[in-house]
């Protein structure tokens, strides 16, 4: 049995639709569904139970001997929000009860962190789990520090030398993007809210660059293809002998520019693209450069190559956005 934390949601349902078609058994969500289209996510899995977060203890605690790995994505996930006790009691609190839980019945453990734990990069993007290395970074959000908390926490229970799951492991998304991010609203990838914009022929407008060193449209981050996390995930599962924190990116920073052109030229239109002022209020939050650093990844024996913008981004529209039914 595989429990999905967060399951219905964007990585979560993936990471079930990828499980499906291995075949790896009993597969079982935990997630919130309330009353929006969250659920359509899921709609097309096999599903040995859907187990409502308040009753993820009980569930485990009745299905001990059975459950072989927890993949743990869910979060409160919005780097807007700022009820802080709310993001603390779901991304931290909830993740070391899971961990303790994992490790006492030996169980795999495999969880969510965040590019956003590196903050504003000034610490550069490297994956260096140590106690020190972690001390110097500083998240610009409550989201990135609730991630943070959680790694640093991690690391030195490791360290310390205290009781631990047979296989963990952190990954550090970068911005990734593809289907059933569709109920993320504002919070989905710029692919996605790009897409309608360039089937009409209409202008999207990007954030404007409030930082010198960058030009309109041309901040960098490292998008990654839903695909690909997938796929790091699915290598994590195969190689039970791998344990650590991971960056889950492609090493290589793209424009939101180029991006937003690549969604166009999916549609085959000519990019039109113009500006808007950053919201005071993420304004002096804002990451300006992500790129990861994906020589740990590398170096525990993960060779498979990352999807390229270009590709991801058409894979994205022609497959799913512009489908009927764009669900995965």
Known sequence: MILVTGG???????????LEERGAGKLVACDRLRSGSKWRNIAKRELADIVHPEQIFEFLDANAK????????????????????????????????????????NVRFIYASSAATYGDGAQGFDDDWSA?????????????????????????????????????????FFNVYGPNEYHKGGQQSVVAQVHPHAVEGAAYQLFKSHNPKYPDGGQLRDFIWVGDVVDVVMWLLDHPNVSG???VGTGQARSFLDLASAVYQAVGREPQIKFRDTPIEIRDKYQYFTQARMDRLRQAGYSKPFTTLEEGVETYVKQFLAAADPYR
């Open 8 to 18: 219905a949601g964007f990585i979560g349902s993936n990471i079930l639709a990828a």
């Open 66 to 105: 059975r459950m072989e790995v927890i993949i743990h994505m869910g979060a409160i996930s919005a780097t807007t929000e700022t009820d802080a006790d709310k993001i603390l009691a779901n991304n931290f609190s909830l993740s070391l009860a899971l961990w303790k839980w994992c490790a006492l019945h």
């Open 132 to 172: 020190d290395h972690l001390a110097r970074l500083h998240p610009l959000n409550a989201y990135g520090w609730s991630k943070h908390l959680f790694d640093r926490r991690v690391s030195r229970k490791v360290l310390s030398g205290a009781r631990k799951p047979p296989q963990w492991a952190g990954l550090k």
């Open 245 to 247: 924190v991971y960056n």
